[in-house]
């Protein structure tokens, strides 16, 4: 009994450690009443639409490279595809000012290839596409990793069936395997864009902070801390928690609605 | 497909649990020193490397300093929030005053030295920016920081300042204001930016510039210069106020500073 009691303490109090933060800053936002003045307030509706644009944009990069990726990791054996593997990988674990520092070595106006770049009169630091290149980097693997799990568990006999039923190899990707793998791919897109609008310190490093152009919600959150107003930071915080609960709703629902196990996907 | 976990594995877990505790527990109490005196100080992101160097109050008061840098506006929310501090330096005096005024000041917002600001550009000076009024020419990209930022009040007097002079371009202000690229959280960030030569011109303290080797200054005449004061308190939230007003004491006295000179600061006005 004493131990079954110290088994549930001990799990509660990381539960409640996870909880309390979390809950405190909702119950802040909305008692102090500060939450409907603040997500009104111009600050935190540029950011907000400027997050929406750039995890927008930077989605359609992701899928539209992305998927590309996760079938040939899937379905092709090759020489250093581990190593593909664990590149693909490593903007989970690496910190995002780390992700920062780097792509401002490389797409810097004294980058890797900032100075091409910047002949063809382009600069990519302090402008929405920093922003977006910065979310693509930390959040592609979120992709990936899915699509490639979901590819790999389309079983290849009902692909080989539409084939001898004379389907194109365009046909089966089409017909067979993207619906099939429809629900990693979901799961994955959803993980990749709670990441996207999290995205803060490769964030600053890369793109700057300028209201309406490069300040995106976390780095309103940020922002407003050093300018001593706790209930805009507040309000653009819980913004953040809202999108993010329901990114977890979203992805329990298409995990409930489908039998594939996305587990596997994570 | 998980089976609950049989009670003698709990019991395992739990011990675990209570090791890793103590082990961290134990990793904690180490990590202080015994004896020294702990001064916590939140100091203004431009005074990083005085403070870094004042190994000679530390040795002859057997002190270890425990330093957070950041924007004063950023710390003085820490403090509100209830951050322990023993001395609070603030780039300015507005910052302190405010925590004054909120009753979170123990003693007096003590003025304890002053500095010049500069306009900084990366060392190969790409934008080839040569007076002050180049920082409104179109297509430059100046890197500032946030406007509760102190160093953004005073920049803004100077940029004004700067305006009233002869030959200043029209619409001097609005023209500096249109080539901010980014508000950075405080004024290292900004140099920094300029350091990496991705922005071509920041306004920092003149204590800032002299501390770089990445970057040049241009000159401002020294009719539109603006003296920045930075003031220290001992909050509230403090653990050993005395040794706080010590320090304050030490810094503010010839001793210190000598100290603070030897990184560009100048007397407070």
Known sequence: MTRRLILISAAGILAIFLALPVATLLGRAV???????????????????????????????????????????ARRRFRGSGLVETVVDLPLVLP????????????????????????????IPFTALAVILAQVFVAA???????????AGVPRDLEDAARADGASEAGVFRHVMVPLALPALGAGLVMSWARSLGEFGATILFAGNFAGRTQTLPLVVYAELGSADLEAAIAAATVLVLAAVGVLVAVRLARRGRAVDLASAG | MTRAPSWPAAGILALT?????????????????????????FAAASLADALAATESYRSATDTTI??????????????????????????????????????????????FAGTLLAIVVPS??????????????????????????????????????????????????????????????????????????????????????AASSAVRTIAISAQANVVATYAAVVPTTAVAPAAGHAFIKWLA?????????????????
Not at chain 1, 37 to 61: H, R
Not at chain 2, 197 to 208: C, F, L
Request: proline content about 6%.
């Open chain 1, 31 to 73: 008692g102090s009443g500060g939450l409907v003045a603040a997500v009104g307030s111009p600050a935190v509706l540029a950011a907000l639409s400027l997050s929406l644009a750039t995890t927008a944009a930077s989605l359609c990069l992701i899928v539209l490279f992305g998927t590309p990726l996760a079938f040939v990791l």
């Open chain 1, 96 to 123: 995002p000012s780390v992700a920062g520092l780097a792509l401002l070595l490389v797409f810097g106006r004294r980058g890797l290839l900032g100075g091409a770049l910047d002949a063809f009169g382009i600069t």
């Open chain 1, 141 to 151: 693997p979120f992709y990936v990793r899915a699509a490639r799990a979901g590819i």
């Open chain 2, 17 to 41: 649990a209570v090791a890793v505790l103590a082990a961290c527990g134990s990793a904690i109490a180490t990590s202080g020193t015994m004896g020294r005196t702990v001064l916590t100080v």
């Open chain 2, 66 to 111: 425990v330093l957070s840098t950041d924007s004063s506006t950023t710390l003085r929310t820490q403090i509100e929030q209830g951050a322990a501090a023993d001395a609070f330096l603030a780039a300015d005096t507005a910052n302190p005053d405010t925590l004054a005024a909120a009753g979170l000041v123990d003693g007096d917002v003590v003025p």
């Open chain 2, 124 to 209: 190969a000076n790409p934008a080839g920016i040569a007076s002050p009024f180049d920082l409104a020419r179109p297509g430059i990209k100046v890197v500032a920081a946030g406007a509760r930022v102190p160093i953004s009040s005073y920049a803004m007097t100077l940029l004004e300042n700067l305006a009233t002079l002869p030959g200043a371009p029209a619409g001097f202000v609005a023209g500096y204001a249109a080539n901010v690229v980014s508000h950075e959280d405080n004024v290292r960030a900004a140099l920094a930016k300029v350091e990496l030569g991705e922005a071509d011109a920041a306004i920092v303290y003149a204590s800032d510039a």
């Open chain 2, 253 to 269: 006295g010839p001793d210190g500073q000598a100290a603070l000179a030897r990184f560009g600061f100048e007397p407070a006005p």
